[in-house]
C-alpha cells in the first residue's frame, strides 16, 4: 500500500509538467545548490505500531560536482502522530495527560545521481547518513501563567494566568541512521526545478528504531 502512494505521487508529478518547458542544464552547471519542501511521511516497519502518518519539512544545500552528482547537507524535521492505541495503554498507567506530541528531526550528508541530467525530467537516485533525534512531550490542559512584557509602543502590557497546556512529561532519544531514496526533477522559469522526493530513513534508537518514509514536494535552485 505505501509503495502504491509512492509510486501514484510520482507519476502525477511527472504528467502534471508541460511537454513544451525546456531543460535548464545552467542550473546544473552552478556550483551552489539550496532545496526546500514539504510533504508527509509514512511510518515503516515496526515504526507504524506506534506512530502514524503527519507532515514533514525539509531544506537542504550543498555543491553540484558535475551536472550529475551532487552532494548537499539536508535537514528534516517530521511531525509524528501517535497513535490512538498507544495513548490509551499509557493512560492505563498512573499517568495521566490531555495531550501528546511526537517528532523527529535529523541532519544528514547525501550524495545525489542523476540519470540525464540534460532532460526535461530528470530522475535520480541518493543517499546518505547522519543524525537523528526523537522528541516525545506529553502535556495537560491547565492555567499557565505569562509574565509582563515591554513593548517599545504600548509600554507594559500585563500578564497573567491563561489556558495553555503544561509539560508533564518528556523524552528525547538520538541516534545514528542513514536513508536512501529517489526523486524526479522538472524544469521550470528562472533556473529552477520543482522535485518530488521519496526516502527511506532508518535510525537505530534506544526502545524503538525509526523507520519513515517522507514524501517531499518542493523547489531547488
Do not use: C
Not at 75 to 86: D, G, Q, R
Not at 151 to 157: A, C, L, M, N, V
Request: charged share 15%; proline share 5%.
Amino acid at each position: 500500500m505505501r509503495l502504491s502512494i509512492i509510486a501514484i505521487a510520482l507519476a502525477l508529478a511527472v504528467t502534471s509538467i508541460p511537454r513544451g518547458a525546456a531543460a535548464e542544464s545552467s542550473y546544473y552547471l552552478r556550483k551552489g545548490t539550496f532545496a526546500m519542501g514539504g510533504g508527509f511521511n509514512l511510518p515503516a516497519v515496526d515504526t507504524d505500531e506506534f506512530f502514524n502518518s503527519s507532515g514533514v519539512f525539509h531544506m537542504a544545500g550543498g555543491r553540484h560536482l558535475n551536472p550529475a552528482t551532487t552532494i548537499q547537507v539536508e535537514w528534516n524535521h517530521n511531525w509524528l502522530a501517535i497513535a490512538p492505541e498507544v495513548l490509551d495503554r499509557a493512560n492505563s498507567d498512573s499517568l495521566q495527560f490531555d495531550n501528546a506530541h511526537s517528532s523527529m528531526w535529523s541532519i544528514t550528508l547525501n550524495l545525489l545521481r542523476r540519470i540525464n541530467p540534460e532532460g526535461e525530467i530528470v530522475p535520480w537516485i541518493g543517499g546518505g547518513a547522519g543524525y537523528y533525534k526523537r522528541n516525545i512531550l506529553i502535556t495537560q490542559n491547565a492555567l499557565v501563567y505569562y509574565p509582563p512584557i515591554w513593548d517599545p509602543w504600548w509600554g507594559w502590557i500585563g500578564g497573567g494566568w491563561v489556558p495553555g497546556e503544561a509539560v508533564t512529561g518528556e523524552r528525547s532519544d538520538s541516534g545514528f541512521g542513514f536513508n536512501v531514496g529517489l526523486g524526479i526533477d522538472m524544469s521550470i522559469e528562472g533556473g529552477a526545478s520543482l522535485f518530488v522526493d521519496a526516502r527511506y530513513h532508518h535510525a537505530a534508537m534506544p526502545g524503538v528504531d525509526m523507520d519513515i518514509i517522507p514524501i517531499t514536494f518542493g523547489v531547488r535552485w
